[in-house]
């Protein structure tokens, strides 16, 4: 069974400049998760795709966006970057309630 | 609104020495309360999820227990491998997120 991956591992982006984060969801998982970690806090929800539907948003701004593919996969966009942006992007599939996480992509905005 | 607060922040032991982490949590009709390990830069690793108060749950040295108010995480003999941060996550009926707390940070000495 593979678990949950996401791409890339670390990302240096420019103040202003626009980001795609992938995550593939674990085998037999229809729903996936973004939230943003930053530095010694615990992750915040940024939106819920289930079944390519967007299912559920967390107070993040509409520069914010995502989308879900046939196969369960997922990207997260984030435009207009800003510094408060940087931080640990993670991606989480489920088929219930209990969420497994992929290894999470670094941001880094300069 | 659903909140988790976890205590301490913060915790040291030596080899051996059992302990256990709080988590307190309010929420509107609890779906599933959650324990993650998280590695340094890593995503969270998802431990225990528990569901009505009274229920435990064990793996290896740790064990999970619930009552309506809040969650321990009992470390029993713990290694300097335990040595992480634990989070705490809620999903309650209003949503689809996980409403994690900020995390305790275990740091067990040999």
């Known amino acids: 069974e593979t678990g949950v991956t996401q791409s890339p591992t670390h990302l240096i982006k420019t103040r202003g400049q626009q980001v795609t984060l992938r995550c593939s969801s674990q085998?037999?998982?229809?729903?996936v998760s973004w939230y943003q970690q930053a530095l010694g806090q615990g992750p915040q929800f940024i939106f819920q795709y289930y079944r390519e539907e967007e299912n559920g948003r967390g107070n993040f701004p509409p520069r914010f966006s995502g989308l879900q593919f046939p196969n369960y996969s997922s990207e997260l966009n984030v435009n207009a970057l800003e510094l408060d942006d940087s931080a640990l992007y993670l991606c989480a599939s489920s088929s219930d309630y209990e969420q497994y996480f992929g290894p999470g992509t670094r941001l880094t905005v300069t | 609104e659903d909140q988790v607060t976890q205590s301490p922040e913060a915790l040291r032991l030596q080899e051996g020495e059992s302990s256990s982490l709080n988590c307190s949590y309010t929420v509107s009709g609890l779906r599933g309360l959650f324990w993650y390990r998280q590695d340094p830069g890593k995503g969270p690793e998802f431990l225990f999820t528990?569901?009505?108060a009274g229920e435990e749950k064990e793996k290896e040295r740790l064990k999970a227990t619930l009552t309506k108010k809040e969650s321990f995480l009992h470390i029993t003999a713990p290694k300097p491998e335990d040595s992480a941060t634990y989070l705490c996550?809620?999903?309650?009926?209003?949503?689809?997120?996980?409403?994690f707390g900020k995390g305790t940070t275990l740091s067990v000495s040999s």
């Open positions: 085998s037999g998982h229809n729903t």
């Open positions: 528990l569901y009505s």
């Open positions: 996550a809620v999903h309650g009926q209003a949503g689809t997120a996980l409403i």
